[in-house]
């Protein structure tokens, strides 16, 4: 079964609209998650690193003020797009992975579709 | 024109005959890679992973194969599946999974019946 979750799945909203999303590891605490986005047809690219109890770690040319990333407990981090524009429409996944022991692979949750009109 | 990057390559396989997926990875320095399968509308599936200690490792009809002096990574699928079809993306990071992965630009198996 699913391991992380993510909501909500699809959202389409009008421009100039803030959107949040979240995403929940379930059953297992992860200090770290992770938000990629991708566009159709293309790979994922990793947006930030969210940090429970910390500053989220942006890539290079991700606005952090454009997309804010809470992780304020051990199950939940957050990302939200502020003033949304079309150009903002993109499938966001976030992962997270089981930390109790080494060498496990990151769990992606189902993706959150972001429509701007 | 075309724009690069907007058509994943596509493998197109017969139902029941075996399946080679590759991925040539970007970092020397990568020591951890992991196979996922990805269906429309949903997020990466964990397939299987490899570590750079390992040239070849077999899961329940995937194998992986590992090249390092050429940076390269397979991923087998035996006896392809309709529901196989999907795309699929090697993932390389540093470490024991606790940073974040760099995906490659994935490919499109597509299963004929």
């Known amino acids: 079964g699913a391991v992380v979750s993510q909501h909500p799945s699809w959202v389409i909203c009008k421009s100039g609209t803030s959107v949040k999303i979240e995403c929940r590891s379930l059953?297992?605490?992860?200090?770290?998650m992770f938000w990629y986005r991708q566009f159709p047809k293309q790979s994922l690219m990793l947006m930030a690193t969210?940090?429970?109890?910390?500053?989220?770690?942006?890539e290079q040319g991700v606005e952090k003020d454009k997309f804010l990333i809470n992780h304020a407990s051990l199950t939940l981090s957050t990302l939200t797009v502020t003033s949304a524009h079309p150009e903002d429409s993109s499938f966001y996944i976030c992962?997270?992975?089981?930390?109790?022991?080494?060498?496990?692979?990151?769990?992606f949750g189902d993706g959150t579709r972001l429509s701007i009109l | 024109g075309e724009s690069v990057g907007l058509h994943l390559p596509t493998l197109s396989v017969q139902e029941g005959d075996n399946s080679i997926i590759n991925c040539a990875y970007s970092?020397?320095?990568?020591?951890?890679f992991i196979w996922y399968k990805q269906e429309s509308g949903k997020g990466p599936q964990f397939i299987i992973d490899?570590?750079?200690?390992?040239d070849k490792r077999q899961g329940q009809r995937v194998t992986v194969l590992l090249n390092k002096t050429v940076k390269h990574l397979s991923l087998q699928i035996a006896a392809t599946q309709p529901g196989d079809s999907a795309v699929y993306f090697c993932?390389?990071?540093?470490?024991?999974?606790?940073?974040?992965?760099?995906f490659g630009s994935g490919t499109r198996l597509q299963v004929q019946p």
């Open positions: 490899i570590r750079s200690n390992m």
């Open positions: 993932a390389e990071t540093k470490g024991t999974g606790r940073r974040a992965l760099t």
């Open positions: 969210s940090n429970e109890g910390s500053k989220a770690t942006y």
């Open positions: 059953d297992f605490q992860a200090t770290t």
């Open positions: 970092n020397s320095a990568s020591d951890y």
């Open positions: 992962s997270a992975r089981i930390e109790r022991t080494n060498n496990q692979p990151q769990h």
